[in-house]
């Protein structure tokens, strides 16, 4: 909520694809190193998700 105060409302729905602005929240849990809620522009395709969070949640954490 402060981007968008400090930005404005225009800049948030630029984040996403014409007609579908903003962003998402997406939980992740589970084997990653960094759970956790992660927002993402609207309109991104599951599997540049799927990718994004590997780079971002990095993924199955290392065992012992």
Do not use: F, H
């Not at 105060?5 to 903003?22: D, F, H, S, T, V």
């Not at 993402?40 to 065992?63: D, H, I, Q």
């Amino acid at each position: 909520m402060p981007w968008i105060i400090r930005n404005g409302g225009q800049a948030y729905l630029e984040c996403g694809k014409p007609n579908n602005g903003g962003t998402k929240i997406y939980s992740v849990s589970g084997d990653v190193e960094l759970p956790g809620n992660y927002e993402v522009p609207m309109g991104t395709p599951l599997p540049s998700c799927w990718n994004w969070r590997v780079a971002c949640a990095r993924g199955v954490p290392s065992r012992p």
